[in-house]
């Protein structure tokens, strides 16, 4: 949609919460201020829901005996909520990719802490200790590939 920017984590998050299941305004404001730890109001979201559903992204419907305007993703909408999840998605694994390490004996990548021990003079990075022990009791000296595959192991 060319009319919609999402500018801010306010609306990509009230955006989020729109595609878990219809929503009314308040409880939008208050998920999004408890989530991102600071108070949002709602100049910062009814004007977002109201592009939204110029733009045919969402529905308005009334609920329950006050009759709450309950806000509701669109079939379009739902697709519009999907590209951008997806294209932060992307943007976050640009982020997190540089700083990931591959475990040097399962292959999984790990995000912040790792283990990490010298085995044949090499400083090798493991996700856990019990991978490093594994790795070290595989490639223990003498434990030769090419020598076991001649002795039919």
């Known amino acids: 949609m060319a009319g919609i920017k999402i500018t801010n984590m306010a609306k990509f998050y009230a955006l989020l919460l729109l595609y878990e299941k219809p929503r009314h305004g308040y409880e939008l404001i208050h998920c999004i201020g408890e989530k991102l730890g600071e108070k949002t109001g709602p100049g910062q979201i009814y004007p977002f829901l109201k592009k939204?559903?110029?733009?045919?992204?969402?529905?308005?419907?009334?609920?329950?005996?006050?009759?709450?305007?309950?806000?509701?993703l669109t079939k379009e909408g739902r697709a519009f909520a999907r590209g951008i999840i997806e294209?932060?998605?992307?943007?976050?694994?640009?982020?997190?990719?540089?700083?990931?390490?591959?475990?040097?004996?399962?292959?999984?990548?790990?995000?912040?802490?790792?283990?990490e021990e010298s085995v044949k003079g090499k400083r090798l990075r493991f996700c856990c200790c019990p991978c490093a022990e594994s790795y070290k009791r595989a490639n223990k000296p003498g434990k030769n590939k090419s020598h076991q595959k001649m002795k039919g192991g």
């Open 87 to 115: 294209r932060m998605g992307n943007l976050i694994d640009l982020a997190v990719e540089p700083k990931l390490t591959v475990c040097a004996h399962c292959g999984c990548k790990v995000y912040g802490q790792f283990h």
């Open 52 to 72: 939204l559903q110029k733009n045919g992204l969402i529905v308005l419907k009334k609920s329950g005996k006050r009759e709450k305007k309950v806000y509701a």
